[in-house]
């Protein structure tokens, strides 16, 4: 996806998420399964991949999957998952390449009033099990959906890259402190800051704070300064705000285009 025009990881997560808060809306499960592949299905022509896979006896729900994964389409996973792995395994090592088990993660996102499955999915002579949280593209994801880890470790990480700029602050000019505090933290926030979007103000909260230290550290002023015109110089939008621009920039392109073709397909649904 990210190497679309208008398309993003930030744009992949937003499907992801919006499928996974829709099923719980109608009181439906769901599972996620975080593979680990070679990017190297990105340099070659997509069409002629999967009619090379059909030609060399990849078929049902194994091409599917393949497709899903090159054509940006979904697929519902279901009781094959194992079978489904097992054939996708078999085929990569075939030619050269391997599915990496055990960065092979599982999420099973249950609906509000459903109880505690023991789902497990066997694969490579192993088993996967759920776990309670996993890593994709960058965000943290929990099995409430409720990315509080991913805010609490965000947080975390911009505090100790704020401490180690302040450690050099006294050597630098306003404008040389705004760079790595820029670059380093600011960005941070930024990245897929709209799946925060409808979240309450107090869970993120403790980005704000990193977001009012980091102006701070940019003019070189005392911990509790007031901020409001130091965000207004540096022409950041506070965090909240920001939440909201990036969500509405992505609906109108949704709407109006360029935008993948999964998130027209929200829009219009």
């Known amino acids: 996806s990210v190497f679309k025009p208008a398309h993003s990881t930030e744009t992949a997560l937003i499907a992801v998420t919006e ?19 070679s990017a190297a ?9 999967l009619d090379i ?11 599917k999957w393949f497709e899903s994964y090159l054509e ?39 609906a509000t009033t459903d109880p505690h499955h023991d789902l497990a999915i066997s694969f490579e002579n192993s088993l996967i099990v759920p776990s309670v949280e996993a890593r994709s593209l960058g965000v943290i994801l929990d099995v409430q959906l409720s990315l509080l880890t991913h805010i609490a470790n965000l947080t975390r990480s911009c505090r100790y890259l704020l401490y180690n700029i302040r450690r050099i602050r006294p050597f630098l000019t306003r404008e040389a402190a705004q760079v790595p505090v820029q670059s380093l933290v600011i ?22 704070l990193i977001q ?44 109006n285009g360029p935008a993948p073709t999964y998130l027209m397909a929200v829009v219009k649904s």
């Open 53 to 63: 896979f059909a030609n060399l006896g990849i078929t049902g729900y194994a091409w």
């Open 212 to 255: 009012n230290a980091a102006a701070r550290l940019v003019f070189n002023l005392a911990k509790f300064s007031h901020v409001t015109h130091l965000l207004r110089s540096l022409h950041w939008l506070p965090v909240a705000a920001h939440i909201r621009f990036k969500t509405l920039m992505l609906a109108y392109k949704a709407k």
């Open 41 to 49: 299905c990105d340099t070659v022509n997509h069409t002629i991949l």
């Open 72 to 110: 940006d389409r979904s697929f519902q996973v279901s009781s094959c998952i194992s079978a489904c792995l097992s054939d996708i395994s078999s085929w990569m090592a075939a030619h050269h390449l391997k599915l990496n088990p055990s960065k092979t993660e599982l999420i099973f996102i249950p």
């Open 19 to 37: 499928k996974l808060q829709s099923a719980r809306s109608v009181k439906l499960s769901s599972v996620l399964i975080l593979l680990d592949l």
């Open 187 to 208: 960005s941070r926030l930024d990245y897929c800051s709209s799946l925060l979007a409808g979240l309450p103000i107090q869970t993120i909260k403790p980005l704000q």
